[in-house]
């Protein structure tokens, strides 16, 4: 028996090959270039599973609209039960819109959820921890999981009376049950998670946090006959031992697809042999008409809302190259930071690039510019850092950058493999502070000054800093839920649009509070 194994994770609202970028452009990727795929598949394949991994109804401009547009995921979940996975389980940003919203858009979705590692009340979350398939005489089962990591990035009142336990752990619980009481013949796993260990050294490659517990599965011993993740954004597909993996990348830029030949002997034996493990690029498969039609007055109202104006700056803040953006300082990042310092009462401020599309506001600033530098509904926190730990915190930021063997200066392999993380890199208002690259890591906050004075150890400072990174993300020794003086009820999205809203014309300062040193040239290589 030949058996199909379509896989895709990470979509985050991209649905369409309408662009967000402009209203008469169209992108070589979109949910509905898979569609078209998984249509012809379908009729071609006897025997076929498509598997989601997660990270579906957060993301884009469309998942922005619909939250605050809709009580629930209503065009994320018109999509997906048109293309109607087998088996799909939840992402760590299903959880940014609070559990009322979540709860409601499962209802809508596709009645195919695995998840069995968030329990609620003492069980599982959605009730079912994984799906079972018959195909001939073979009998596969597939366990849905998340990374266990979410309450370190969530509001607490997102994930209120929810626990999230280990992805390993819970493997190791339901596994031999599936085969034992389930006579599963086959496992799978769906995981919205990747990867913490080279998968060929074994050596790890991050904090070893359990964000992500990929290898630790992997090495587990349990019988696993493909492993399907995602999180990282990574672009996986290999076999490790007999087991092939894939992790598809992200914004349904390519699928995943295994095929495996598997039979049962006359002594009831399993033979399995596996034929392929690959990625497909969508960019030249066309998009499947039936969804884009699905999706057409949506997608009309959606750009229409993303050209509302929002409000007028005295002068661009526009950002050409994220990289030298991040090295030099942009006006963008002052910007942000003014308007987080203004609401959170403080005097010193940090602000990010949080995805490579990042393009800063042009003088007249609409919806558009707003939710593609700014996608995700951070809370803004007010907190209190000793002179030390302000210190020990942007030495940390200081490791973003490294230096190639021309001396140039690159950002660290660190922030870019296994996954890109552009985002953990904070940009300071507030403060004056030089960072020397040419120095070892620990020693390269050469300078750090407040209100015109060098900073004690034992000065008492208060910063706006957004929720994710207090809550733990980018591991900063000292940003944590203890440093929290106070956490805003409105997102930084929407103080910046409430921002906008109050002021005629909006002055943009300058970013010139700080500096890069001890390089020759900003590389072009990234």
């Known amino acids: 028996m030949k058996l199909t194994l379509l896989a895709m994770s990470d979509v985050h609202g991209h649905f369409s090959t309408q662009s967000f970028q402009a209203r008469n452009k169209k992108t070589a990727n979109g949910l509905s270039r898979f569609a078209s795929v998984l249509k012809a598949k379908r009729r071609q394949e006897e025997h076929l599973l498509y598997l989601e991994s997660g990270d579906m109804i957060q993301g884009s401009p469309l998942t922005n ?14 999509v997906y039960n ?35 590692n968030v329990i609620s009340d003492g069980e599982v979350f959605c009730h079912k921890p994984y799906r079972i398939f018959q195909c001939e005489d073979i009998r596969i089962g597939v366990l849905g999981l998340v990374t266990q990591y979410i309450p370190h990035w969530e509001k607490e009142e997102n994930i209120e009376g929810l626990e999230f336990k280990s992805a390993l752990e819970t493997a190791q619980y339901y596994i031999p049950l599936m085969k034992e009481s389930e006579h599963c013949d086959l496992i799978f796993i769906i995981y919205h998670g990747g990867f913490e260990c080279n998968l060929e050294t074994g050596q790890p490659e991050e904090d070893l946090t359990g964000e992500n517990e990929g290898y630790a599965l992997l090495t587990s011993g349990l019988p696993i006959d493909a492993f399907f993740t995602g999180h990282q954004h990574r672009e996986i597909a290999t076999v490790w031992q007999g087991i092939p993996i894939i992790q598809p990348g992200f914004r349904a830029q390519k699928y995943g697809e295994v095929i495996l030949e598997v039979d049962k002997g006359a002594d009831g034996r399993l033979n399995k042999k596996l034929v392929s493990c690959q990625l497909h690029s969508l960019a030249d498969q066309p998009a499947d008409q039936g969804l884009e039609e699905l999706l057409a007055e949506d997608n009309e109202k959606i750009q229409n809302w993303l050209d509302q104006p929002l409000g007028h700056l005295n002068r661009p803040a526009l950002v050409d190259n994220f990289f030298e953006a991040q090295v030099e300082g942009n006006p963008y990042f002052a910007l942000t930071n003014k308007i987080q310092m203004e609401a959170a009462g403080t005097d010193i401020s940090a602000s990010s690039v949080f995805n490579l599309d990042v393009y800063g506001l042009k003088q007249e600033v609409t919806i558009r510019d707003l939710v593609i530098n700014y996608p995700f509904p951070n809370g803004l926190c007010r907190i209190k850092l000793s002179g030390k730990e302000l210190r ?11 230096l190639d063997h021309q001396g140039n200066l690159v950002i660290s392999e660190d922030y870019l493999n296994p996954k890109v993380e552009v985002y953990n890199y904070d940009i300071y208002s507030g403060i004056d502070y030089t960072i020397d690259v040419s120095k070892d890591r620990g020693q390269r906050i050469v300078q750090l000054d407040y209100q015109g004075q060098a900073v004690e ?70």
Not at 82 to 105: A, R
Not at 476 to 488: A, C, G, I, N, T
């Open 392 to 402: 020990e915190n942007l030495e940390k930021n200081a490791e973003y950058f490294a």
């Open 82 to 116: 048109y293309v109607q996975p087998d088996v799909w389980t939840l992402g760590n940003h299903e959880f940014n819109f609070g559990l009322d919203y979540l709860k409601k858009s499962i209802s809508h979705m596709p009645d195919s959820l695995a998840l069995a």
């Open 457 to 526: 150890e034992d000065d008492e400072l208060y910063l706006a800093i957004n929720q994710y990174r207090m809550a733990g993300g980018g591991n900063f020794p000292h940003f944590s839920r203890d440093k929290v003086l106070e956490e805003l009820p409105t997102d930084i999205p929407n103080l910046i649009i409430n921002y906008l809203a109050n002021h005629d014309i909006v002055e943009v300062p300058e970013n010139d509070n700080y500096q890069v040193i001890g390089y020759q040239s900003i590389s072009d290589d990234i």
């Open 65 to 78: 609209y619909e939250e605050s547009h809709h009580d629930y995921a209503k065009i994320s979940s018109q």
